[in-house]
């Protein structure tokens, strides 16, 4: 498949990147510095970001998939909503038959009803960019686009690449230590799974331990 990938140069980013051209993917990585990205087999590297909706509109022209992992972390929430935004309208003019992105746990359910944000065990300094993901995931909702959000676990960082993890679709993901838990590595098995094979068109899933 042709993807074009929006925030390759990132921690989850760059795992797809790995994924993705491990698998044979042909990948259009769109960057601010693309002397931040080595030559590899099947990857083109372009100069751009998320605030240039036209530019987004031509590097996704063409591919089978626009892929964002654009995160603006916990410190600056306020940049992923007008992100999204930009993304999503790009998206929609290039004609791109999918738009596939990095949603956030904090909007998944911890008890049925009751989202690990409405939980309060949520800790205050990652509140902010975890309500940004759940207005993100309305705007791609109400886009009228194929969209897929795949939510990580609780804790998602960098590890091991295990291939062994579990989907459900709204649900926070625990293991039997009650830790809910993904490595960027199986994450990105788990999006490049979802390109690969759609089972989660127009909604929102999630992968953890």
Not at 30 to 39: I, T, W, Y
Not at 147 to 160: K, V
């Amino acid at each position: 498949m042709k993807i074009t990938l929006y925030g390759a140069t990132g921690q989850a980013g760059s795992r797809i990147l790995d994924e993705l051209l491990a698998r044979g993917h042909q990948v259009t990585a769109v960057v601010r510095d693309p002397s931040k990205l080595a030559a590899r087999e099947n990857l083109t590297v372009l100069a751009g970001d998320v605030n240039d909706v036209a530019g987004v509109a031509a590097a996704a022209r063409g591919a089978d998939a626009l892929v964002s992992a654009y995160g603006p972390g916990p410190e600056n929430p306020q940049d992923l909503l007008p992100a999204t935004k930009n993304l999503l309208a790009g998206a929609g003019q290039s004609g791109v038959a999918r738009f596939v992105f990095v949603g956030g746990a904090g909007t998944l359910e911890v008890a049925p009803g009751v989202s690990l944000i409405a939980s309060g065990h949520l800790p205050q300094e990652w509140m902010g960019i975890a309500v940004a993901h759940g207005d993100a995931l309305e705007l791609a909702a109400k886009s009228g686009l194929n969209w897929t959000c795949l939510s990580p676990a609780a804790f998602f960082s960098p590890g091991e690449r295990t291939g062994t993890f579990r989907l459900a679709k709204d649900t926070l993901i625990a293991d039997e230590q009650h830790q809910s838990r993904i490595s960027m590595e199986d994450y990105a098995i788990a999006l490049v799974d979802e390109l690969e094979n759609p089972r989660h068109q127009g909604e929102r899933f999630t992968v953890g331990y």
